[in-house]
């Protein structure tokens, strides 16, 4: 891990995606976003707290690169709580601040497992009357999913690995490093 110096570079068995990785791919995926919407008026982004606080940032930057404008609206869900495994059960920790009827939706996700909270999300933003509802979406496990969801954006589809970093947490740990790795089974062990 010598050539990524950081203070959790020791916990990691092995990166999955870098920095260099992850700043690519999000300029691709707005250039996307920005080729199907170039019709649209403006795109309301929902990111989904707290896991992609990262994404969303840098994805929203780089949209307005390319357009249409963005307004940013942020949720915060939780199935995982401290664990590795999610409980099934989606809890709504901060709902959307404002009507989302009849806007042009895109959910900014940092990473779609068994899909159990994209699933339960995408049928509440439809009950809010969403114009449309996309999801873009940074990592995907496919073969972890259990339930099928509609991902239109994928940035990367990795091992079914417990992975952190880039605003994925292991028990609040870890979001704020700059690349996705996979942990050492010893920190978790511990
Ligand atoms: O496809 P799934 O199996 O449902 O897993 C994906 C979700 O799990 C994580 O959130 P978590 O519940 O850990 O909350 P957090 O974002 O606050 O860490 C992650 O950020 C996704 O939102
Ligand atoms: O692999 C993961 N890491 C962290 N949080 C997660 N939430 C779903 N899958 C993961
Ligand atoms: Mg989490």
């Known amino acids: 891990m010598a ?83 999610s409980s099934g059960v989606v809890r709504i920790l901060k709902d959307l601040d404002r009507d989302i009827a009849g806007k042009r939706v895109i959910v900014v996700e940092d990473i779609v497992d068994s899909g159990l909270t994209l699933s339960w999300l995408l049928k509440y933003l439809e009950s809010r009357s969403a114009a449309s509802v996309d999801v873009v979406a940074l990592l995907r496990k496919p073969d972890a999913i259990k339930v099928p969801v509609p991902v239109k954006y994928v940035g990367f589809d990795i091992p079914s690995e417990f992975v952190v970093g880039y605003g994925l947490d292991y028990a609040e740990r870890y979001r704020d490093m700059p690349y996705v790795g996979v942990l050492k089974p010893e920190v978790y062990q511990r």
């Open 3 to 85: 050539d990524l110096p950081g203070w959790y570079d020791n916990d990691i068995d092995r990166v999955i995606v870098s920095e260099d990785d992850i700043r690519a791919k999000t300029d691709e995926l707005a250039k996307q976003v920005a080729a199907d919407y170039a019709q649209a008026d403006s795109v309301l982004l929902v990111c989904v707290l707290k896991g992609a606080v990262m994404f969303m940032a840098d994805f929203a930057r780089a949209l307005s690169r390319y357009g249409p404008p963005a307004e940013l609206e942020f949720m915060a869900v939780s199935s995982y709580g401290q664990g590795m495994t």
